[in-house]
């Protein structure tokens, strides 16, 4: 088999560049947990021994991290000074409490591989690997991976976007957020809408735990609640908003799932749902997104909805039809994408 030298080399490069990818997962976490990021922004610019003061760790580690850290472009190194800073778009995404705080991204495929033994296992009987069954560090990634989109868009654009829904929640209307985990949604629709009545429910209770403390330190615990039950089968009924935060395609029943919230809903009552952008077609997400939500779903989403029957494994990157079409098969009438983001549909169901 003749071997084209030039494809070789391109397809070596990506490997290279995966392969340092992966150190800079570690190296990101690192950031994070010792606060090198900020400890950069504090006293930038900075040589290593300034950041490591700052962050109280030692400065030979650091001095590797910052070289490490800045040929992946994650900070900026000035050769004339020999100083490390972090331009504003940098600080924004790893360093500034209220940005992005991207790099806590990092700890789902790391938490992740923790289990790749028992991934793997399950990949090859065909058997599930569940959501509670992984590393809590999953559970933190998780949340800080999805909480800055839902600030920045969950009540300036995905509520406005549907039918009627904003007038009812400020007016003070019944939601319930399913799937919640540690209830970063509906801590958000809580702070937004103080006369409604919102409360989140999650089967991982350890979750749920959390999403409480969440509660209480924002002040919010005496309207909002959280309570362990299934999406198949959480308590209640009259719902004007019923929302599911990308964790429909998780479910090993998304139909069981669907049509209990169809039951649980008011007359005019609205299904949000939200989910992994996705085209239709595997060849339009060929691209750095749908490489991510792939990637992703086949250790954690694939693995947890092939725990139980129906094992439905919807992935992470079903698309609009196919959700819709779900939708229409738990007995929904209407059906429209709301609006979306780079990373996220947005689907309005109606009964």
Not at 230 to 252: E, K, N, R
Request: proline share 5%.
């Amino acid at each position: 088999m003749a071997v084209d030298e030039a494809k070789l080399d391109d397809l070596l490069g990506r490997f290279v560049v995966d392969v340092g990818a992966s150190f800079q997962a570690l190296g990101a976490a690192l950031g994070d947990r010792l606060g090198l990021y900020r400890a950069l922004l504090a006293v930038m610019p900075a040589e290593p021994g300034d950041v490591a003061r700052e962050a109280g760790v030692s400065e030979r580690y650091v001095r590797e991290w910052l070289a490490a850290q800045a040929a992946g472009g994650y900070v900026t190194y000035d050769p004339e000074s020999e100083r490390f800073s972090l331009t504003e778009e940098q600080a924004f995404v790893l360093a500034d409490p209220d940005g992005m705080q991207a790099a806590a991204a990092f700890l789902i495929p790391l938490a992740t591989a923790v289990n790749i033994d028992r991934i793997a296992e399950a990949v090859r009987t065909g058997e599930g690997f569940p959501w509670h069954a992984h590393d809590p560090r999953l559970f933190e990634g998780t949340e800080r991976f999805f909480r800055p989109g839902y600030v920045a868009n969950l009540v300036s654009s995905w509520i406005p976007a549907l039918d009627g829904v904003e007038a009812k929640l400020r007016a003070g209307a019944r939601v319930a957020d399913v799937g919640c985990g540690h209830g970063s949604s509906t801590l958000l629709l809580a702070a937004a809408y103080p006369t409604s009545q919102i409360v989140g429910f999650d089967y991982h209770a350890p979750s749920v735990e959390q999403a409480r403390k969440r509660a209480v330190d924002a002040g919010l615990a005496d309207r909002v609640s959280f309570e362990v039950a299934s999406a198949a089968d959480f308590p209640g009924g009259g719902y004007d908003l019923v929302a599911i935060f990308d964790a429909l395609h998780d479910m090993p029943g998304p139909l069981a799932a669907a049509r209990r919230v169809r039951e649980s809903l008011a007359d005019d009552g609205t299904f949000l749902l939200v989910e992994p952008y996705a085209n239709d077609r595997l060849e339009d997400n060929l691209n750095p997104v749908g490489r991510l939500y792939y990637g992703a779903s086949t250790v954690i989403c694939v693995a947890h909805s092939m725990t139980e029957e129906p094992r439905t494994a919807l992935g992470a990157q079903a698309g609009e039809a196919r959700l819709a079409e779900l939708l229409g098969e738990a007995g929904f009438s209407r059906v429209r994408r709301a609006t979306q983001t780079p990373f996220n549909l947005v689907l309005e169901a109606r009964r």
